[in-house]
Nanobody, 117 residues
Framework: QVQLVESGGGLVQPGGSLRLSCVVS????????MGWYRQPPGKQRELVAR???????NCADSVKDRFTISRDTTKNMLFLQMNSLKPEDTAVYYC???????????WGQGTQVTVSS
């Protein structure tokens, strides 16, 4: 059974940092790729950053040089380090797992990130 459980969201001031975590079941290598998506208020869900089983990473231009996706394959955890946060980063952040290329997608319950002074 696939389970993705996020944590680490919260309220932070502009310029601050947060680290999101996602506990993955059964294992990270069960999936073709894993990533972080976000859904700002009143907007569609969008890709933030993604990493394939082979370790290839990509991220949205809006977060390049500020956000970093990483994983701990021994603990089956996915991370998103977010630095220099801006108010426009405010969103619900979701952990995502792709079972195969073009195959089923699985989602966590989401964690709220609010950037405000």
């Amino acid at each position: 059974q696939v389970q993705l459980v996020e944590s680490g969201g919260g309220l932070v001031q502009p310029g601050g940092s947060l680290r999101l975590s996602c506990v993955v079941s059964p294992t990270i290598f069960s999936f073709y790729a894993m990533g972080w998506y976000r859904q700002p208020p009143g907007k569609q869900r969008e890709l933030v950053a993604r990493v394939t089983r082979g370790g290839i990473k990509n991220c949205a231009d809006s977060v390049k040089d500020r956000f970093t996706i990483s994983r701990d394959t021994t603990k089956n955890m996915l991370f998103l380090q977010m630095n220099s946060l801006k108010p426009e980063d405010t969103a619900v952040y979701y952990c995502n797992a792709e079972l195969s290329m073009g195959g089923n997608n699985y989602w966590g319950q989401g964690t709220q990130v609010t950037v405000s002074s």
